[in-house]
């Protein structure tokens, strides 16, 4: 059986009325001018529907994925642009819940959740055919205390005109 719970339906209207009343009606203008959706985000953010598969352990929704699905597709029927800009987050956010330690889960993980600060996600590259993170070649060594990232970036997720304050740069680690 296919059909949605009634807990899945109840987020599909909710998903659905904000794309119908928020998404939509500021679409044409945002695409016209660039602008970032960031009082649509919040509103997003108040409702549940951004950052949605993020465990709530830290800070998230913790949707399962189909349940994340549902509220996705919704959200861009009204833009996928805008969408994207909503989801975003939960990109930059990734990477540190799987593999950031717990002091930088500490760190990052609380105020991106609470919208006081956005992230960005660079992955694709020039050289490399769409996002495939298994031919990066950009390459990430360790100075001392700190790291050095030696390559090329573009289409990176959220970094418009000044929208986030942390990026999460994917790359390989280069042997010493």
Known sequence: DFSLSDEQLALQETARRFAQDEIAPAAAELDQTAEFPREIIRKAWELGLA??????????VGLPILEACIAVEELAWGCSGVTTSVMCNALGLMPIIIGGSEAQKK??????LEGRIRSAFAMTEPEVASSDATNIETRITEDGDDYVINGRKFYISGAMRKTCEIMIVMGKSSPD
Do not use: A, D, R
Not at 51 to 60: D, F, L, N, R, V
């Open 107 to 112: 760190e990052w993980l609380q105020p991106l």
């Open 51 to 60: 950052s949605t598969c993020i465990p709530q352990e830290y800070g998230g």
